[in-house]
């Protein structure tokens, strides 16, 4: 059967195949979510991937750099400056996963935010967080200078479905001992699900649209290649008892 088809549509056949047999990229998730932190928190990097029987071990990079561990979790249990950057994992039967970074800050207080760019309906979660888990008083946040929310105690602030208009800098402000902290400002996006983000997922990336538009062209040219080539054969030969004999031309 494979004989019958045109070359084009094997090389079709055969790069859907390979693009099958790819291995699942691995993960990184952050254990607390938060990927920004302050310095002396604890952080766990854990790697989610297919491994073979009986084999866990795991490649970890730090900005490009292997590093020693090998274990599914990756513990800093005092992180530093220096462990800021993009981290990947692999495992046995994965390919590398997507880096995720890991911002290390030096202050009093950090504004945590579950994602800088957030959908409509989407929620917004931010908390304010003390170095050390130092108790946090009066804590208050605010989006563009102005207040949202104010607690006696350090809770989070929680907005269930983001709006457009909720787009801004925000930042948190508390009562450390005796002295008034403030917080780094961070900036928020709230997009319509309509922006480019959301019609570029529905195309093909570029490099795989070019690839079909040219095995396209190249199976219709070879198709009518086929069956011109048959044609001329078939008004060219006499087939008798199984044998082929070429006509005279006139």
Not at 157 to 174: D, M
Not at 207 to 225: E, K, N, P, R, Y
Request: glycine content about 6%; charged content about 20%; hydrophobic content about 35%.
């Amino acid at each position: 059967m494979w004989q019958l088809l045109p070359p084009a549509a094997l090389l079709l056949l055969v790069s859907a195949d390979t693009q099958t047999a790819d291995p699942s990229k691995a993960v990184v998730l952050l254990d607390p979510q938060w990927n920004q932190v302050l310095t002396n928190d604890r952080v766990t990097l854990k790697c989610q991937g297919d491994y073979p029987v009986e084999d866990n071990s795991t490649k970890w990079w730090h900005n490009g750099t292997l590093i020693s561990s090998q274990t599914p979790s990756y513990f800093i249990a005092d992180v530093k400056v220096q462990d800021s950057g993009e981290y990947k994992c692999q495992t046995g039967l994965s390919a590398p996963s997507d880096p995720v970074k890991l911002e290390v800050h030096v202050g009093w207080l950090l504004l945590q935010v579950a994602q800088r760019v957030v959908n409509v309906g989407k929620p917004i979660r931010l908390k304010c967080h003390s170095w050390k888990k130092t108790p946090v008083a009066k804590v208050q946040y605010f989006r563009n200078g102005r207040g949202k929310k104010y607690s006696h105690g350090n809770s989070d602030f929680h907005i269930p479905e983001a709006k457009l208009e909720h787009s801004g800098s925000y930042f948190c402000r508390g009562i450390i001992g005796s002295k008034n902290e403030s917080s780094e400002s961070v900036q928020i996006t709230v997009q319509a699900p309509e922006t480019l983000q959301t019609v570029s997922s529905f195309f093909l990336p570029w490099h795989q649209i070019t690839f079909c538009l040219v095995m396209g062209v190249l199976f219709a040219v070879d198709t009518g290649l086929y069956f011109s080539v048959r044609r001329h054969l078939q008004s060219s030969e006499e087939w008798r008892d199984g044998k082929v004999t070429w006509s005279k031309g006139p």
